[in-house]
């Protein structure tokens, strides 16, 4: 199960969001946390970058941590396998698999040969007169996706939101959506004017746009409207007489 731990955040970021708000051109009269939640409804988003959070993410797979590069805004620190000896490596278990003892062990199994093959080439190298970093650098070419690493990640408020939008949804990965839950519960503790009003992207916009992806495990797949539907429902519109 990925561990998440929040290293650090930025403290007053009501106060600063609303701040950066005003100066922008809000009403005074706008309390800082109605400011707020009227920015994240809005779409206002330049303001919630003034926001930051650096989690500490372990016992991810490989393959989540390639996932999570994707979020290209945002600041990423792996844990690297150039440096590191892998050797006897944790790993994730797919979550779907865990149904099934005969698959769990299935899996177990070609884990346990993975781990003899990385560590039989890295001790193998290094016999034969290979230097400890070029025995690192070829055994960690035999690691599998499952093997664990080790993450710090910094992103803005307005990332994280994009982020928790793409991967509260159903079709996210099971270890990304865990990852994106953990996360969710952290921060809406801290700042509920941020992120109460956020889940997957359907709930977020009130609207979806996985359109007909939608799979029938989605929780709102007959409370909130796809794309397509609702613009369906409002009939053809002509675009601006501008253009
Ligand atoms: C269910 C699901 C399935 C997916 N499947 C795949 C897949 O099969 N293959 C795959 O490669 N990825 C896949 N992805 C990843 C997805 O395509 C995005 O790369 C990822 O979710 C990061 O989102 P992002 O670009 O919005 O985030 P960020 O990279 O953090 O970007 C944030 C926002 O900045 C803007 N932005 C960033 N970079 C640019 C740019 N170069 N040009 C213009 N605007 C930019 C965009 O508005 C973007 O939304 C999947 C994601 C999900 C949620």
């Not at 009403?27 to 930051?52: F, I, T, W």
């Not at 393959?63 to 999570?68: F, G």
């Not at 408020?157 to 949804?169: D, H, K, P, W």
Request: net charge positive.
């Amino acid at each position: 199960m990925v561990k998440v731990k929040l290293l650090r955040y930025t403290r007053g970021g009501i106060g600063l969001i609303a701040g950066s708000a005003r100066v922008s051109g809000i009403p005074p009269s706008l309390n800082s946390r109605k400011a707020v939640r009227m920015m994240v409804e809005n779409d206002y988003g330049s303001v919630l970058e003034h926001v930051y959070f650096t989690f500490d993410i372990s016992e991810m797979s490989i393959a989540l941590s390639r996932e999570l590069l994707e979020h290209r805004i945002a600041s990423h620190t792996a844990r690297s396998t150039r440096y590191h000896v892998e050797e006897g490596f944790g790993y994730v278990t797919p979550q779907p698999l865990k149904r099934s003892r005969r698959l769990t062990k299935l899996f177990r199994q070609a884990v346990s040969q993975a781990r003899e093959n990385y560590s039989r080439l890295y001790r193998a190298m290094l016999e034969e007169g290979y230097s400890e970093e070029e025995a690192r650098e070829a055994a960690r070419y035999l690691l599998p996706m499952a093997a664990h690493t080790h993450y710090v990640w910094t992103i803005n408020a307005r990332s994280l939101i994009n982020f928790l939008s793409l991967r509260l949804c159903v079709r996210a990965s099971p270890e990304m959506r865990e990852l994106a839950t953990k996360i969710y519960r952290l921060v809406v503790k801290i700042y509920p004017e941020i992120f109460e009003g956020i889940g997957c992207r359907g709930y977020t916009l009130g609207l979806c746009p996985e359109n007909e992806n939608r799979p029938p495990s989605c929780p709102y797949l007959h409370r909130i409207p796809s794309k397509v539907e609702v613009k369906a429902g409002r009939g053809r519109l002509k675009p601006p007489a501008s253009l």
